[in-house]
């Protein structure tokens, strides 16, 4: 599915390029659920926002292959790019509340999926979020981050993507609903074959929904590590 190959991910400043990346090189498959474990400041949003190029080029240079599907996408036109992350990349950010536009309502963006209003209705009750009578009416200033934070994952997963990347997706839950999270993740890449790839601080959670572990440190990943299910 994906071949990630980063010789390096600098900074670009007037006097200097401070490096963010380097050397890290590794592969995601279909029917996986990846974790990158690492602190504050190892690198973790850098590199997954290198993924699909959500980083800004005047601000980055950026010496890296990263193919999708045979494609790489830091070679495709801004067009093409744009039609991956519709359809097929899917990206939960850890500050929900601020990736929603606050002029909209939350009714703008489920309408926007190609999905029945059962399985819509399903995905809500089974994250504890209110009926889409209640929550199709509010805006995003109008929730907390930890319900935005479900809302985002919802609609993530309704739109049944390829790759599914979560930044810090327990953040802003608390433990039942990371349990909730646990659980849906690892049947929705058992029943989409698609794949999930997380950035946490969380260990505990990381061991229960991973299938592979790495850990970010100072710029550089570890190889992936298979986890024995007991």
Not at 84 to 103: G, P, W
């Amino acid at each position: 599915m994906m071949s990630v190959s980063i010789n390096s991910v600098d900074i670009i400043n007037e006097n200097h390029n401070k490096r963010i990346l380097q050397n890290i090189s590794f592969k995601l498959d279909t029917g996986n659920v990846y974790t990158i474990l690492g602190k504050n400041g190892s690198g973790k949003s850098t590199l997954i926002n290198t993924l699909s190029k959500l980083l800004d080029n005047s601000i980055y240079n950026i010496d890296a292959s990263i193919e999708f599907n045979g494609r790489d996408l830091l070679k495709l036109s801004y067009t093409e790019l744009l039609r991956i992350r519709k359809e097929k990349i899917k990206y939960v950010f850890q500050d929900s509340v601020n990736s929603f536009d606050a002029l909209k309502k939350f009714d703008y963006y489920f309408k926007m999926l190609n999905v029945s209003e059962e399985e819509c209705a399903e995905v809500l009750e089974y994250f504890l979020l209110p009926s889409k009578e209640k929550l199709f009416k509010l805006y995003s200033y109008e929730v907390s981050g930890g319900m935005a934070q479900r809302i985002s994952i919802c609609l993530a997963i309704l739109s049944k993507p390829e790759l599914l990347i979560l930044d810090e997706p327990t953040s802003a839950i608390d433990i039942n609903i990371s349990n909730l999270l646990c659980n849906k993740l690892k049947e929705f890449v058992y029943e989409q074959r698609s794949c999930v790839l997380l950035i946490t601080q969380d260990i505990d959670f990381a061991e229960h929904v991973s299938d592979y572990v790495a850990h970010l440190t100072n710029g550089n990943l570890s190889q992936f590590v298979k986890l024995s299910k007991i």
